[in-house]
């Protein structure tokens, strides 16, 4: 395992969708989600993190230090028994843990070392605040959540009278995402461990993330841009909204609503403040 980063970053995703749902709400019948407010489309940070598991566990296949805590069928307390197993620890207590198992969590499992975790659910391994965080992604312009009827030919019991069902789907026209992130040196260094080589997974899943998770729901999603600030120091050179504002979209379109990227204008202001480098991955 290489050594902690060194380096603060931010980021800046751009992501689009065309007629697909990125990020169905479970208490609104599975429609896009939305800011009430507003109308514009929200993407949750933990769907994202969602993706950028997927990917690493698709790329890695469960090599040694890129497990995946949190996936479709994992029981919690059994992973934490796999430290105190290995380890040959007995837990004594179940409100305090050893460092050691701790540690044995985040060097094994690549999403504790990126996003953190809480492991005090009843085999207590700790917890760890990690360093890599996103905000909820946000759509540039109010979305439009549109449900389509379908027809199957086909029914579901056995004595069915009509020869084919209904159904509805909930799908997004186009819409252009905007997500910003950051990446602590800070809490690599004292939380987690998370190291320049899982720096470098985190910005190849966040390129690809969706070239490898579609599905007839989700429609067509692309990372369009992916763009990097990264700090000369651990603590950084300036704060990080300063940043984010130099990166702006327009919709050159007018009143008609966008349907591509094409219809978007991104600016980019490329002078940083001093200690800062611009790195556009996309």
Known sequence: MS???KNRYEF????????????GDPDMGNMPRIDPQTGHGIVTDVCLKRKVRDYVEMVKEDQEGYEIYVKSGAVLNAQHRRAYDALKVPQVDKK??????TKWMTDHFYDIRAFGAVMTTGVNCGQVRGPVQ???????DPIFQNEVTLTRC??????ETK???MGKKQVVPYALYRADGYVSANLARKSTGF??????????ALVNMFEHDHSATRGKMSTRKLLVFKHENELGCCQAHALFDKVTMKSLVGDRPARSYADYEVTIDREMPRGVELIEKV
């Open 3 to 5: 050594e902690p980063i």
């Open 12 to 23: 800046v995703l751009l992501f689009d969708v065309e007629n697909g749902n990125p990020n």
């Open 96 to 101: 305090l843990t050893d460092p050691a198992v």
């Open 134 to 140: 996103l905000a909820f992604a946000r759509s540039i």
């Open 154 to 159: 086909a029914v579901t019991k056995e004595g």
């Open 163 to 165: 020869d084919r069902e």
């Open 195 to 204: 190291s320049e080589d899982d720096l470098e997974l985190f910005w190849t």
